[in-house]
T-cell receptor, first 115, second 112 residues
Framework: GAVVSQHPSRVICKSGTSVKIECRSL??????MFWYRQFPKQSLMLMAT?????????EQGVEKDKFLINHASLTLSTLTVTSAHPEDSSFYIC???????????FGSGTRLTVV | QKEVEQNSGPLSVPEGAIASLNCTYS??????FFWYRQYSGKSPELIMF????GDKEDGRFTAQLNKASQYVSLLIRDSQPSDSATYLC????????????FGKGTKLSVIP
């Protein structure tokens, strides 16, 4: 299969602090990973495309200085929410693909609550 | 703006019936089409994907793609209460793109 692990599953942080979320491909190498955000009763919105060894590509309207992405290896991408505010509270999910015959697999998601 | 449209539902079907979920997309260049199931509070699970016109079957699930009509559907045969979830349609953003655009999902309820 294609397994994507994401940690932490839940995090509560104080406003103004930073939170790091990890996404790992466990049984395959992923040169590209994707970060999504999902608000309640909404669909998944792509935030950025994470590229191993190079800068991430951010979607329009997503602040790259606020949502820092690092893809330092072929199996790990991290998303850091800097200076988090209550409006950043959401469900953050990463995904990766093992190849065309496997589709895109999602991590288990991280529910971020900023208080 | 590339769009993926789904009926939000809820779609209610009795246990054992066929559930039919539909999705239309606006980008004629899209080549890859995915169906995901998402339970409340969980991340999406891939059900199946389809790249070519026609039908693709996997167990109780059949995906149907009609590129001329820009339409993709998912049929669930012998629906079970455990199939009750939100079903998300996703489409790649055009020829060669790896990014996906998701529909808002259709909530399916299978009544025992």
């Amino acid at each position: 299969g294609a397994v994507v692990s994401q940690h932490p599953s839940r995090v509560i942080c104080k406003s103004g602090t930073s939170v790091k979320i990890e996404c790992r491909s466990l049984d395959f190498q992923a040169t590209t990973m994707f970060w999504y955000r999902q608000f309640p009763k909404q669909s998944l919105m792509l935030m950025a495309t994470s590229n191993e060894g190079s800068k991430a590509t951010y979607e329009q309207g997503v602040e790259k200085d606020k949502f820092l992405i690092n893809h330092a290896s072929l199996t790990l991408s991290t998303l850091t929410v800097t200076s988090a505010h209550p409006e950043d509270s959401s469900f953050y999910i990463c995904s990766a693909s093992r190849g065309q015959n496997y589709g895109y697999t999602f991590g288990s998601g991280t529910r971020l609550t900023v208080v | 703006q590339k769009e993926v449209e789904q009926n939000s539902g809820p779609l209610s079907v009795p246990e054992g019936a066929i559930a039919s979920l539909n999705c239309t997309y606006s980008d004629r260049g899209s080549q890859s089409f995915f169906w995901y199931r998402q339970y409340s509070g969980k991340s999406p699970e891939l059900i199946m994907f389809i790249y070519s016109n026609g039908d693709k079957e996997d167990g109780r699930f059949t995906a149907q793609l009609n590129k001329a009509s820009q339409y993709v559907s998912l049929l669930i045969r012998d629906s079970q209460p455990s199939d009750s979830a939100t079903y998300l349609c996703a489409v790649n953003r055009g020829a060669g793109s790896y990014q996906l655009t998701f529909g808002k999902g259709t909530k399916l309820s299978v009544i025992p």
